[in-house]
């Protein structure tokens, strides 16, 4: 652990562009929220790598912590677009001054030197080495991330059949399809019956809707008798173009008579 962080310190502004584009591998894993984990990352190594660059030649490190927030905060204001949120463009360069400072304060406590000793310089073999490696990883981790994406909807689509029963309402099969991914269901129903729209976390029937679990099974169920029920037809998809599905059938009473084979198609 001590070897990574070492490895990170002085590395760090050369993998801040990689962490960036790396934001689409959670999105392609269907983990939203490690979208922000990423982002902290990618902010971090950008402190550090401003921090790294200061040491190295400060011109640049003004420049680009200073001078290209500047340019495009008069890009904003010259285009009429300009708030108070553009200003976080200079908090990068605010949060390496804060850190080298602590950092000095820290390093004169402890009787070491203000300014730690450059690290030795690296040939110009080895950076190609790492920044070819780093390319790789993240080629790799992408490409996994995309096959493992493409398959969701599939996953998706067959724990959402696994988890319906004949005999089961409307409702129940509205709410029990929820946890399962991005879906889309089309609901075929007998002419003159009130149209029903099904999504995940709400439901309508005609001009009325509803939202959350005891909503959506009040309403679907008090309208229930009238809603000429024939069919329901999942289909779920993922980022990639691969979508899979199934339909479930239902009886004169309104419950589920027969779920049907799950099917994958390729857009």
Same mark, same amino acid.
């Given at each position: ?5 070492? /490895? ?6 050369? $993998?801040?562009? %990689?962490?960036?584009?790396? $934001? ?8 939203? *929220? ?39 905060? =008069? ?6 677009? #300009?708030? !108070? ?7 990068? *360069?605010?949060?390496? *001054? $804060?850190? @080298?400072?602590?950092?000095?304060? /820290?390093? =004169? ?7 730690? @000793? %450059? *690290?030795? %310089?690296?040939?110009? +073999?080895?950076?190609? +080495?790492? =920044? ?7 080629? $790799?981790? #992408?490409?996994?991330?995309?096959? #493992? ?28 399809? /929820?946890?399962? =991914?991005?879906?889309? +269901? ?41 809603? !000429? ?31 049907? @084979? ?6």
């Amino acid at each position: 652990m001590r070897a990574l962080l070492r /490895w990170w310190l002085a590395n760090a502004g050369s $993998i801040t562009v %990689p962490l960036l584009f790396a $934001i689409y591998v959670p999105l392609l894993l269907g983990w939203p *929220a490690g979208v922000p984990v990423v982002l902290v990352l990618a902010g971090l190594s950008l402190v550090q790598g401003l921090r790294n660059l200061w040491l190295m030649s400060r011109p640049k490190a003004v420049a680009l912590g200073l001078g290209l927030p500047t340019l495009l905060v =008069g890009l904003l204001v010259r285009e009429g677009t #300009f708030d !108070g949120s553009a200003l976080l463009f200079f908090l990068p *360069a605010a949060l390496a *001054a $804060i850190a @080298e400072a602590v950092v000095r304060r /820290w390093r =004169g406590s402890h009787g070491l030197p203000v300014v730690a @000793e %450059p *690290a030795p %310089p690296v040939s110009v +073999a080895r950076r190609h +080495a790492a =920044g070819c490696a780093t390319v790789a990883v993240l080629a $790799i981790a #992408f490409s996994a991330a995309t096959c #493992f994406s493409m398959l969701q909807p599939s996953r998706d689509s067959a724990a959402c059949r696994a988890s319906l029963r004949p005999g089961m309402t409307l409702a129940d099969v509205a709410i029990a399809a /929820w946890p399962h =991914g991005r879906y889309y +269901a089309f609901v075929n129903q007998a002419e003159g019956a009130p149209l029903v729209r099904l999504a995940p976390g709400r439901a309508a029937v005609g001009d009325e809707g509803a939202e959350g679990e005891a909503a959506v099974r009040a309403l679907l169920d008090r309208h229930a008798p009238r809603l !000429g029920l024939v069919s329901v037809s999942f289909s779920f998809r993922g980022l990639g173009p691969i979508r899979s599905g199934f339909t479930v059938e239902f009886g004169p009473d309104g419950r589920v008579a027969r779920i049907g @084979e799950q099917h994958n198609r390729d857009d």
